[in-house]
T-cell receptor
Framework: EAGVTQSPTHLIKTRGQQATLRCSPISGHTSVYWYQQALGLGLQFLLW???????NRGNFPPRFSGRQFPNYSSELNVNALELEDSALYLC???????????????FGPGTRLTVT | DQQVKQNSPSLSVQEGRISILNCDYTNSMFDYFLWYKKYPAEGPTFLIS?????DKNEDGRFTVFLNKSAKHLSLHIVPSQPGDSAVYFC??????????????????FGSGTQLTVLP
């Protein structure tokens, strides 16, 4: 079974540009999560999509946005890039939860975004 | 405000000995805890989890202990192997209440502990 895939592996942008990161969840998983891991920091929750809807977002400015497509893949867009946006962006997926049962999140390898 | 804290950024252990990784939390609404392992250039891999209604969960060499009164959990690896060298993250989830409440399955991660197992 294929795991979570992310593209591109590396992305280099200049300040002020826009970046688009892509994620394909594990087959059968309907939830996609985005996390940012800046150097020396833990994973910071960015966004959660389920069934095409944004369910929750973390404490990030509106220039971080995304969407989930009908096939459950997802896109993260970062507008007006700033130097501090340089980080590893991780995508995770999980099956739909029923009755509040927790499911582990399965992570992709990440996209390393460098803003110069 | 860090709700999940891993106060030791690094830990070195001799091969064959026990590794103990610690995690503290402040939010009493957390009901489910997970440990992830991360190798360089890879995404975190789920390792083991524990529900707040339990105090211990074991899976092979890995055991997670939860002390709710102290808001503390620990991961024990016995015996430690060089292949266990990685960054370990603890994570916690808030009981959702409703399935699609805003925080239903959002995980809050600690900052990680780099474990090095020496041969």
């Amino acid at each position: 079974e294929a795991g979570v895939t992310q593209s591109p592996t590396h992305l280099i942008k200049t300040r002020g540009q826009q970046a688009t990161l892509r994620c394909s969840p594990i087959s059968g998983h309907t939830s996609v999560y985005w996390y940012q891991q800046a150097l020396g920091l833990g994973l910071q929750f960015l966004l959660w999509y389920d069934e095409g809807e944004e369910r929750n977002r973390g404490n990030f400015p509106p220039r971080f946005s995304g969407r989930q497509f009908p096939n459950y893949s997802s896109e993260l867009n970062v507008n007006a890039l700033e130097l501090e946006d340089s980080a590893l962006y991780l995508c995770a997926s999980s099956p739909a939860g029923i009755g509040g049962v927790s499911y582990e999140q399965y992570f992709g390898p990440g996209t390393r975004l460098t803003v110069t | 405000d860090q709700q999940v804290k891993q106060n030791s950024p690094s830990l070195s252990v001799q091969e064959g000995r026990i590794s103990i990784l610690n995690c503290d939390y402040t939010n009493s609404m957390f009901d489910y805890f997970l440990w992830y392992k991360k190798y360089p250039a890879e995404g975190p891999t789920f390792l083991i989890s524990i529900s707040s209604i339990k105090d211990k969960n074991e899976d092979g060499r890995f055991t997670v202990f939860l002390n709710k009164s102290a808001k503390h959990l620990s991961l024990h690896i016995v015996p430690s192997q060089p292949g266990d060298s990685a960054v370990y993250f603890c994570a916690a989830r808030t009981f959702p209440g409703r399935l699609f409440s805003g925080s239903a399955r959002q995980l809050t991660f600690g900052s990680g502990t780099q474990l090095t197992v020496l041969p």
